[in-house]
């Protein structure tokens, strides 16, 4: 008997998560590993700590206390292990046009942020050190659009009126780009106008299932999570079917400030670049379930920059209200920051 889908899916659910913010908490696990220049260096000048920025785009189905909290223990316990001085109040924002000004501003040396996100800043601000969770051997994901087989629907012009639903996740966060730049192609006009009901869902099984048990006409979801599935429920693969798939696209990413010039960037780019070597970086992606952080090429991000310039031209962008949430307030100046 094949068990329900939707408890046979959560530890499936929570393990694509995990892969989806891998980016941000690996980029912070990654610092643990840069003990040398503090050892061979004992009397040298203090070293200002490492400060990363996190979109709150990356913490989809997580609450952000938790985020806070976990980010803080780990970034405590690496500060002590390796005697390296480090922020441990994680910086995050909601918007990109703050993330920009801190990046000018050299108040951050990093982040871990959306494609969307980071193409967005100007380019003199984005680099040549991207690093990328590699999940199941690649960088990118593939958006499915999926409707019952027995629906009778074939194409995005017979979904008119019908209703559909998104995976709110940052794996999928160029998904909503896709579908409107696929209606606009197809003269189909904005989703909101011609679907009769758009909604999303963060977890993959609400996702999924409502299609599956006619309680939603369409659903857009990552080709991953779509498989994921599918090995949980094989009636799923013989109930559901592609309408649409979109080219491959790297959804988010870690990078380091180009002007970030401490004693520590080497270590930092090494340290990134062989995580999963060390036992600290092997907790942290067993921890996550991602397969490792690597190094890639931004040549990589060439299909979602045609995927944003695309939907762009649809919807110019507007000035962005994002915020930069500063390490909370304290009376101690040091408070924030663990020094060996």
């Known amino acids: ?75 405590s316990a690496i500060a002590r292990e390796r005697q390296i001085p480090m922020s441990t109040e994680p910086i995050i924002f909601s918007g990109a046009a703050q993330l920009q000004a801190a990046l000018r501003d050299a108040t951050i040396d990093g982040a871990a942020v959306t494609t969307e996100e980071y193409l967005s800043l100007e380019p003199e601000l984005q680099c040549s050190n ?26 995005l012009g017979g979904l008119h009126g019908r209703k559909i639903i998104l995976f709110d996740n940052p ?83 870690g990078f380091i400030r180009p002007s970030y010039h401490s004693p520590l960037r080497e270590s930092l780019l090494t340290a990134l670049k062989d995580l999963q070597t060390s036992a600290a970086g092997t907790q942290v992606l067993t921890l996550f379930q991602s397969d490792q952080l690597r190094e890639a090429p931004a040549a990589l991000l060439e299909s979602a920059r045609e995927l944003l310039a695309a939907y762009q031209r649809l919807n110019p962008p507007a000035a962005s209200l994002a915020t930069v949430s500063p390490p909370a307030a304290s009376a101690h100046p040091e408070s924030g920051t663990v020094t060996p």
């Open 1 to 75: 008997m094949t068990p329900k889908p939707a408890n046979r899916f959560l530890k499936a659910t929570l393990a694509g998560h995990s892969a989806v913010c891998g980016v941000a908490v690996l980029v912070l696990g990654g610092l643990g590993l840069f003990g040398g220049h503090a050892a061979d260096n004992p009397a040298g000048p203090a070293l200002e700590p490492i400060r990363f920025a996190f979109s709150s785009k990356m913490f989809t189905d997580v609450n952000e206390n938790d985020a806070r909290a976990s980010v803080k223990a780990w970034a």
């Open 130 to 155: 991207l690093f990328m969770s590699f999940i199941g051997g690649q960088f990118t994901e593939e958006y499915l659009l999926l409707v019952r087989a027995d629906s009778g629907l074939s194409d």
């Open 171 to 253: 794996r999928a966060s160029l998904a909503h780009m896709w579908l409107e730049v696929m209606l606009a192609e197809n003269k189909l006009g904005p989703s909101t106008d011609h679907f009769g009901q758009v909604r999303t869902a963060e977890k993959l099984a609400k996702v999924v299932l409502p299609v599956f048990f006619h309680q939603q006409d369409a659903c857009i979801v990552t080709r991953r999570g779509f498989e994921t599935m599918c090995e949980l429920n094989p009636q799923i693969r013989a109930q559901l079917r592609v309408v649409a798939a979109s080219p491959k696209l790297v959804p988010a990413l």
